[in-house]
């Protein structure tokens, strides 16, 4: 038997959390550990190889023999103190022995071995929660992310294993005591940035460092979503810069890349900061970029569809800051969602998304100017007209589908100067005035839902009243989300194009307006009343004058209508 097997000999230490498709029956981490102690028992001339091959095999017996001793022992207070004290021995001596025999591997081989089967033993804790604080008070998450930058990147990644293990996010929630002195230690000892150093000095064409970056992520993810605050800080510790070049690496689409893209649109969920760092980092074209190649071609798989709709949400969420709008501009993202639109590829329905979020509201002012410029009226009206039946495939719902169409044409009925709202209202007057009637079509569609909304939960109110019930703001809100469900803002938009073209000066557009209304029982009061609640609840999030000054331009063109 030769050293190369002796070394592969591995105790069993338990189940470990598996990516789709591992086969947990032959560890390939175990493999490589045994590779890369040959290699160095090969390089080292100094000792005699049948001695290390001796002494490794009495040791991996010893160790198989207190494994088997170990299965009975149970987990209290003393065992992990216990642990953590022979974890800290073990890692001190490796590192003593690395300092003092740095060209003779066979010196300090054996340590590295007890190491690994310590950090092993130590999974263990993660059934306990509880006991986290032990973690802290005896040094052990200081000692765990020194090991993250260990020169065996075996020893690197078993730390990740037991992080990821220690942070998921069931137990965390088990013991929430627990888990706030964990994740401070951690973020206290700079965890994120150390993550990152470590994924960038592992070759992911080997299958259990592949393994290693995608644990590594889920810690991330796991304390992102305890403590959705760390966000901000992760970002800056050189997550963010990774993401980026992990997701516009030419290599294969693999589950890496997959996660990738969850977690960085994670990082940039309502996320300002995140959203400003990602700009500045030329993040807007590497989205476009990653996103252009489903112009023409749909995704292939499940998992790849899965990762374009995460790389849409991000470019949704960097476009609520106004500066990456004008990123987008400048990197042709208008002319690519307007392509995508064209192509009628499974892209569109989040290319749609995209335009609405780029468009609206004044900054979106030279994203609508634009939008015109680069024919998209000739793309976005005949989605007005009619949903397609592949959108509806797709999954996107009809309310989805028509939401962000009337939002885009409403943004630029308020933003478009000169000839290109000319061009703009001119599309309402095409064949006798075809679209105003789906204006209406719709209006009263979705004018009918919300009623009887409000009709239903009048109702709920007065048997509230009667049974002597609060109407408290937690009621009141839940009320207004289904009145949202029913299609409340999507009326708001019809109503608001409805008041916009009635004000263009077209008399042909105001008149056709009014005529539909009296022809189906219709109400230019009801319409007021509509764009009045739209006008209280407008520019949430923007400045008070904005507010103001917004508020009263609606009104005035109520006066009008």
Request: hydrophobic share 40%.
């Amino acid at each position: 038997m030769d050293v190369g097997e002796l070394l592969n000999y591995q105790p069993d230490r338990g189940a470990k959390r598996l990516r789709a498709g591992d086969d947990d029956d032959d560890d390939p981490r175990n493999k490589k550990a045994g590779r890369e102690l040959a290699r160095h028992l090969e390089g080292d001339d100094s000792e005699d190889p049948s001695s290390d091959r001796k002494r490794i095999l009495e040791k991996l017996m010893d160790d198989d023999e207190d494994a088997d001793d170990q299965e009975g022992e149970p987990v209290d207070e003393s065992s992990v103190k216990k642990m953590i004290l022979t974890f800290e021995k073990r890692s001190y001596k490796n590192q003593e022995l690395r300092i003092k025999f740095p060209d003779t591997p066979g010196r300090f081989m054996e340590t590295e071995l007890d190491l690994n089967d310590i950090i092993q033993e130590m999974h263990v804790i993660a059934t306990m929660p509880d006991l986290y604080h032990l973690l802290v008070e005896l040094n052990a998450v200081h000692s765990l992310l020194g090991l993250l930058s260990h020169e065996n990147t075996d020893i690197a990644i078993a730390v990740v294993d037991l992080l990821q293990e220690l942070t998921d996010i069931d137990t965390l929630h088990e013991s929430e005591e627990g888990a706030e002195v964990l994740i401070d230690s951690l973020l206290e000892g700079q965890v994120v940035a150390l993550l990152v150093q470590n994924m960038e000095r592992l070759d992911e064409q080997v299958k259990e460092e592949a393994d290693g970056v995608y644990n590594t992520l889920a810690i991330i993810e796991n304390m992102a979503e305890f403590r959705p605050g760390l966000c901000t800080e992760a970002a800056q510790q050189g997550l963010m810069q990774w993401l980026l070049k992990r997701i516009k690496a030419k290599i294969p689409f693999d589950a890496n890349k997959l996660y990738c893209s969850e977690v960085l649109a994670i990082l940039l969920q309502n996320n300002d900061s995140t959203r400003e760092l990602l700009g500045e980092l030329d993040g807007i074209d590497v989205l476009l970029q990653q996103l252009s190649v489903f112009k023409r071609h749909n995704p292939a798989t499940a998992e790849e569809q899965e990762m374009m709709e995460n790389l849409f949400d991000a470019m949704c969420s960097c476009l609520m800051l106004a500066a990456n709008r004008d990123r987008f501009l400048r990197g042709e993202g208008l002319q690519l969602m307007n392509l995508m639109l064209r192509e009628k590829k499974m892209s569109r329905t989040s290319a749609l998304r995209v335009l609405d979020h780029g468009m609206i509201g004044p900054e979106g002012s030279d994203n609508c100017h634009k939008f015109v410029d680069i024919l998209g009226l000739r793309t976005i009206f005949p989605l007005f007209m009619k949903t397609p039946k592949k959108m509806r495939k797709a999954g996107a719902a009809d309310k989805e589908h028509e939401e962000h169409v009337c939002s885009i044409i409403s943004s630029c009925l308020r933003n478009l100067k000169a000839q290109q709202r000319t061009r703009l209202l001119s599309k309402f007057t095409e064949n006798d005035c075809e679209k105003v009637d789906r204006l209406m079509e719709l209006h009263f569609k979705y004018l009918e839902a919300v009623q009887l909304a409000d009709k239903r939960i009048e109702g709920e109110k007065h048997d509230m009243v009667k049974r002597g019930e609060i109407l408290d703001d937690v009621m009141e809100d839940e009320f207004y989300l289904r009145r949202l469900d029913a299609g409340l803002f999507v009326l708001q938009l019809l109503c608001y194009i409805m008041v916009e073209i009635s004000n263009s000066g077209i008399s042909q557009l105001q008149q056709r307006v009014h005529q539909i209304l009296n022809l189906r029982g219709g109400s230019v009061k009801v319409v007021r009343h509509i764009m009045r609640e739209y006008a209280e609840n407008i520019g949430d999030g923007k400045s008070e004058e904005f507010k103001e000054s917004e508020q009263k331009r609606i009104m005035d063109l109520l006066e009008n209508f």
